[in-house]
């Protein structure tokens, strides 16, 4: 009888061991650790969060541009609605409103010829040095960078109190006293952010293997730069060029302090005698930007497209 026992006992364990084999070896259905339906609650809740966050972005932007606008086409005293301001600007004589619309047109000309000085100094001074840099001397990057981001530290009004005696003598001695001499400082104020954009743009390729490339292939270092590297740096160069554009079109200190007539500066004296001009300009200022910026994507998706070809 107890052997007849072991036996069924062996032969239980024996079903138990292979049954539980068999469990194994068959597929178990995988529960999702998280239900659709909460899922889709996390998602819904996600999209919430991001329409608040930019409804109160473009809020936080729109309001104030859209108060300058409703003050152009309002009479702040009598409170009559009119575009009187705006028919001045496009037309280009405020007789009407009795303001004289010639100092607005000066100052627009002097920054206008101030970006393209600026930003052709700012270029032809960063470029070769940093691509220089990168490829024969990676050691005075950090040197290199640290000079064209000091001015950063130092404030518009401190850079004018030790740039007045320089453009002072420049002026009496060396220069004359027209504005577009500001292209000197302004190409300081402009350097630390042209330097970043550029800066992005080089770390972004592989210039040193695309320079040994193209010397093993016999290529001259005038046609390295030209031919290889700066198609490659198209997009930061533009980026830099719009960055020194804004910077210099809203650009007030320095030249109010120096003595020197630009945009803003003739903005603030029109200002004067009719703010509505004022306001409208400054707000087709902001719209020159956008556009400017929008240009740009168009500009460096062009680019794009026409390499990938």
Not at 128 to 133: F, G, H, N, Q, Y
């Amino acid at each position: 009888m107890a052997v007849i026992g072991l036996g069924q006992e062996s032969q239980g364990v024996s079903n138990t061991v292979s049954s539980g084999r068999a469990d194994e070896s068959q597929p178990v259905p995988a529960t999702p650790s998280h239900p659709a339906q909460l899922r889709a609650l996390r998602i819904l809740r996600q999209r919430i969060l991001k329409s608040v966050i930019l409804l109160v972005v473009l809020a936080f932007l729109l309001v104030p541009l859209m108060a300058m606008m409703l003050f152009t086409v309002r009479q702040p005293l009598s409170g009559q609605w009119g575009i009187d301001a705006w028919k001045a600007i496009f037309t280009g004589s405020g007789d009407s409103l009795g303001t004289d619309m010639s100092i607005l047109w000066q100052g627009l000309g002097i920054s206008l010829g101030l970006c393209v000085v600026t930003v052709v100094l700012v270029l032809a001074l960063l470029v070769p040095v940093m691509v220089i840099t990168y490829l024969r001397s990676p050691r005075l990057a950090r040197v290199v960078e640290w000079v064209s981001t000091l001015p950063l530290t130092i404030p518009a009004i401190v850079l004018v109190v030790g740039l007045g005696p320089i453009y002072r003598w420049l002026s009496a001695d060396v220069l004359s006293t027209n504005p577009i001499w500001l292209c000197f400082a302004y190409t300081i104020l402009v350097m630390p952010f042209s330097y970043r954009a550029l800066a992005v743009g080089m770390r972004s390729i592989d210039m040193r293997t695309l320079a040994e490339a193209s010397r093993s292939l016999g290529a001259s270092w005038p046609v390295l730069f030209v031919r290889v590297l700066l198609p490659n740096l198209w997009q930061s160069i533009l980026s830099a060029a719009f960055i020194g554009i804004a910077v210099v079109m809203g650009e007030y200190t320095v030249a109010s302090l120096l003595g020197r007539v630009n945009l803003q500066v003739a903005l603030y004296q029109l200002g004067q005698s009719n703010s509505q001009i004022s306001t409208a300009m400054a707000l087709l200022a902001l719209v020159f930007g956008v556009v400017l910026l929008v240009v740009l994507d168009l500009v460096a998706d062009s680019i794009k497209r026409r390499r990938n070809k």
